[in-house]
């Protein structure tokens, strides 16, 4: 904390009036970057033209250039499992959210052919982030070896329409 105090040109205790623990900081950083890749990556900002899967592919191909933030992401998305966890209702909401708002995206992809329609939208939405979250995982331990995006774009290819 004092270093990033320090970076920021801030006091510790100037640093922790804004954020008041470690956590708080590191969900802060999280947050922001959920911020930055949903104006990146949304395929609803982009134009209608923009494949939703796609947006995914993009997303985890940008993850594999920044392996502290995976990393980071996945360190704190473990431990706040536990319900006394300061980030836990963060990563709780922030699954929530994502779920359902890909799911009502997902199920339009559904009506129109896109995506396969014999597994449930909220079945493959599970799925789909729990490809990603797993493969970021693999990836981090053995990131020469595991292709994360070439792997997620397989899986892509079983959830499209045949």
Same mark, same amino acid.
């Given at each position: ?25 590191? +969900?802060?950083v ?22 939703w ?5 993009s =997303? ?8 502290? =933030?995976?990393?980071?992401? +996945? ?5 706040s ?18 779920r359902q708002q890909? +799911?009502?995206?997902?199920?339009k992809?559904q009506?129109?052919?896109?995506i ?10 599970i799925?789909?982030f729990?490809?990603?979250d ?10 020469y070896?595991i ?16």
């Amino acid at each position: 904390m004092a270093d990033i105090a320090r970076a920021a040109k801030l006091t510790v205790p100037g640093l922790l009036h804004h954020f008041p623990s470690k956590i708080s900081l590191l +969900t802060a950083v999280l947050a922001e970057g959920d911020r930055v890749d949903r104006e990146r990556f949304d395929p609803s900002r982009r134009g209608a033209a923009v494949d939703w899967l796609v947006s995914f592919q993009s =997303l985890v191909e940008y993850n594999q250039t920044v392996p502290g =933030l995976v990393q980071l992401f +996945t360190v704190l998305v473990a431990e706040s499992i536990d319900e006394k966890h300061p980030g836990h209702e963060f990563y709780m909401r922030r699954y929530q959210n994502i779920r359902q708002q890909s +799911t009502a995206v997902l199920r339009k992809a559904q009506a129109r052919g896109e995506i396969r329609k014999d597994i449930p939208a909220e079945e493959l939405v599970i799925m789909l982030f729990a490809m990603m979250d797993g493969l970021q995982v693999q990836w981090l331990y053995e990131p020469y070896r595991i292709k994360m995006a070439h792997l997620f774009e397989q899986f892509l290819r079983l959830l499209r329409e045949k």
